[in-house]
């Protein structure tokens, strides 16, 4: 059983995502600042031919990258497609990334539309389906159910909420997200430059609408404002997420029953400790992160294969769930307590592996080093826990600062 928390924290929206009773996911949300998923008409500045790349404005002087590698066309704001482009073209973009420390927000030319159930994916042809769906019999249903929806401008990835959801609303959500795909072409062409033509719902909603629907038992809200928005977004975007809206009204604060603040310290902190006495040590660099596996309190000096062997199994699925807990992205190597036996070693990783495919966020088992080094790549979307912490501290002790400075607010009128 899963539940959703939402509360406050720092000035910020906090979600917290707990299965079976410990939390898997933490993020934070600038209410009114998010640009992640909206479309623009954007202004290219400058062309980077030597990677392959461009600098396009989207207004207010925001430079965002804009890689060439993906195969694709332009959608210009004369309502043409083109394989090229120049400096001073004005082109649709939608923001793909959130800037990251030196970073910029990356864009991208192949716009997505995202449900509660599908995404269509325009310049992206063809059915994808979940990884989450085992189910062979039903994703050769769903391709034949969907094929005729789609066209040589856009494809369709069928979400893991799609399996529990009768076929009819997954269709007429899918038809929406063509409307919405046809609206943006047409607004391109009459809308000046840097206007926002599609603008996605706040991103804690979008968390919401991506949660599997299966075992989720309830979406806990302790601010009634936030409670008040929540319920008419959810009814119209999500009805079956919107009966599962719970406000949280109990003398008891929610963040003292669920822990929020140690959950959060253990979520920041270096050293993970195991049930079964060992400890991970988990150390973020620029270039990557390091996850070093350590047997801690055992006695190693009996069966010490067997001791290490039960490590190394607790410590894959810890390392795997604290992967998406910090929301820890790019390249991730973990070191395991060496193992002698091939099979052992085979069972830790396939294990790992199992583990990571729960992640929402690709997240990929590359290999194994001579050194029985284990590699993870996790896509970047947005920035690590940590970081987002920190901004949030940092902005809220600006404002408190400028509070205690200025008691008697701002904009009285009187002349400096």
Known sequence: MRKLLITR?????????????????FQLYEESSNRLGNIYVGQVKKILKNIQSAFVDIGNGCLCYLSFTEPGLFYRSDGSFVEKIREGDEIVVQVCKEAMK?????????????????????????????????????????????????????????RTNAY???????????????????????????????????RTPEAYVSEILGIREDGLEKILVDDKELFGHLSEVLSSLSPQKARKLVYYE????????????????????????????????????????????????????????????????????EAARQIRLRNLSGII?????????????????????????????????????GLELVEITRKKIRRPLHEQIRDAESAKGRADTLRDECPGGFGNGKKA
């Open 250 to 317: 109990d003398d008891y604060p929610m963040s003292k029953l669920f822990s929020l603040e140690t959950e959060l310290e253990k979520a920041l902190g270096k050293t993970v400790w195991l049930k079964s006495g060992g400890h991970l040590v988990i150390e973020p660099t620029e270039a990557l992160t390091v996850i070093d596996v350590n047997s801690g309190r055992n006695d190693v000096k009996k069966k010490p294969e067997e001791t290490f062997l039960k490590i190394n199994r607790e410590a894959a699925k």
């Open 9 to 25: 924290r720092s000035g910020r929206i906090l979600t917290g995502l707990w299965e079976e009773d410990r939390p898997v996911s």
């Open 164 to 198: 529990t959801a009768d076929f009819v609303k997954v269709r007429q959500e899918t038809v929406s997200l063509i409307e919405q795909y046809r609206e943006v072409k047409k607004k391109a062409v009459t809308r000046t430059c840097f206007s926002c033509l599609y």
């Open 333 to 369: 190597v973990i070191d395991f307590i060496n193992l002698k036996s091939r099979e052992n070693r085979d069972l830790v990783y396939g294990e790992l592996e199992q583990a990571c495919r729960k992640d929402p966020v690709k997240t990929t088992v590359v290999d194994r080093t």
């Open 102 to 158: 030196t970073k910029a927000p990356g864009v991208t030319s192949a716009w997505s539309f995202a449900g509660e159930y599908a995404v269509l994916t325009v310049q992206k042809t063809g059915i994808g389906i979940s990884a989450q769906i085992p189910d062979q019999t039903w994703r050769e249903e769903a391709k034949n159910v969907f094929s005729d929806l789609l066209s040589e401008e856009f494809g369709l990835i069928l």
